[in-house]
């Protein structure tokens, strides 16, 4: 089973994963965590040109490129053989990630960026996408009082963001037998059981 976490800034996702796995494997579930991007040698060097807040000269379509190619490294090394061996996946974001923030965020064609993806990932797609949705005021003031990393993405105005996070919701309405909504404003001890349900309804 391949799972994904997606959210806008401040959503709480990466800090609920660990909580989440080991939830699983007392399932009796073997599970690898991992992110994106990242999750290899290679992805991880993307993810500091990515994110390095000296990059602010990348344009969105170096921006897409980039992240599909660490994606595509990170598929064929390490999801797949995972899945093959009959492990659950956890994703910290995946390809939603690209239509929510380069596709919605940058008004960029989502046909054109389904395509990039489904290149990249092999047509590879998530069994059951977790949206820890939350307000973009809320979330980064979240990020800020956490002392939380800032990124090169985190950087971009409000305006961006609220278009990522509608775009995220857009998403999820449309394909809802794969979306679950976790409303990440209410208690980390909430947002987990409520994440651990929708993993166990789909589970069994």
């Known amino acids: 089973m391949f799972i994904t976490l997606e959210g806008p800034e401040g959503s709480g996702k990466t800090s609920q994963i660990p909580a989440l796995s080991a939830f699983i494997c007392t399932r009796g579930y073997d599970v690898l965590v991992t992110r994106e991007p990242g999750g290899t ?5 993307i993810r500091e040109v990515l994110m390095n807040l000296k990059n602010v000269s990348i344009v969105p379509r170096t921006e897409i490129l980039l992240f599909q190619a660490a994606r595509a490294q990170h598929v064929e090394e390490v999801i797949r053989p995972a899945l093959a061996a009959g492990k659950v996946v956890i994703c910290d974001r995946f390809g939603d990630s690209t239509l929510a923030y380069q596709g919605y965020g940058h008004d960029t064609d989502l046909e ?9 990932t092999g047509g590879l797609r998530p069994d059951l996408t977790l949206l820890l949705d ?15 990393e800032w990124n090169r993405l985190d950087a971009y105005a409000e ?11 857009t998403l999820a309405a449309a394909e809802p037998e794969r979306w679950a909504i976790i409303d990440a404003t209410r208690d980390k001890k909430q947002v987990q ?7 166990l309804d789909r589970l069994s």
């Open 41 to 45: 040698d290679v992805g991880d060097q």
């Open 112 to 120: 054109k960026l389904q395509y990039l993806v489904n290149y990249a």
């Open 134 to 148: 939350i307000p973009v005021k809320d979330g980064l003031k979240r990020k800020v009082d956490n002392d939380s």
């Open 159 to 169: 305006a961006f963001h609220r278009r990522v996070r509608q775009g995220y919701l």
């Open 193 to 199: 059981k409520l994440m651990q349900q929708a993993v």
